[in-house]
């Protein structure tokens, strides 16, 4: 990343977190996928593709060719010809080097219908050592600098929001075990969330 574009990075990394507020502060709340519904959907890094039902027609973009994927690469996706109409990225771009987040979101961009929804999730690096425990996690991101690399690439983020596969362990605690949550969050930025997930739309 050049030093203009760090530059715009930067200060849209402020922008953002003045809108949506500190991490830690996020709502906490379950994983909503039911905004990628539509007709064409790209699971970008899917995996064994477990998305299908949000859309009619789903389509698998995956560097593990074993997977037998639709796209094996961003490139091949695009002389497909296909416009998404949604877009998820699911434990993805935490396995992209910084720099290339960058460059790979506009490029998704351009393969999504005006209106289109992404949805991208990255584990929370505020909750001890778990982002440091995969040793293939490249960039330790807060939703801040993925929701700006959506802002700066032809996106609007319309929500940004902390999850958990258990909310109700955290959501139910005890009020001293919720005491100690909010010391830990307020004086070492430690939260008990798992996920953090953030909502764009194409502009």
């Known amino acids: ?14 922008t953002v977190e003045k809108r949506f507020g500190r991490q830690g502060h996020l ?18 890094g899917a995996g064994r593709g477990l ?44 396995h992209i080097e910084l720099d290339a987040i960058d460059n ?21 690096v505020h909750r001890g050592t778990y982002y440091f425990n995969d040793i293939d996690h490249k960039s330790p991101l807060m939703y801040y600098h993925l929701a700006s690399f959506f802002e700066l690439n032809g996106f609007k983020v319309v929500d940004a929001y902390r999850y958990s596969k258990n909310i109700g362990a955290i959501i139910d605690a005890d009020a001293e075990t919720k005491k100690i949550m909010e010391i830990l969050e307020t004086f070492y930025e430690l939260d008990p969330a798992q996920f953090l997930a953030v909502v764009a739309r194409r502009i």
């Open 27 to 44: 709502q906490l709340k379950g994983l909503d996928l039911s905004v990628l519904k539509c007709k064409k959907l790209l699971d970008f």
């Open 104 to 124: 790979v979101i506009f490029s998704l961009g351009q393969m999504m219908k005006k209106d289109g929804i992404f949805v991208a999730t990255i584990p929370n």
């Open 51 to 94: 998305n299908s039902q949000w859309c009619d027609k789903y389509y698998t973009l995956d560097a593990d060719a074993s997977l037998e994927p639709n796209f094996v690469d961003i490139t091949q996706a695009q002389e497909s010809g296909i416009i998404f109409d949604s877009i998820i990225a699911n434990q993805v771009f935490e």
């Open 1 to 14: 990343m050049d030093k203009g574009r760090y530059t715009q990075f930067h200060e849209m990394c402020g």
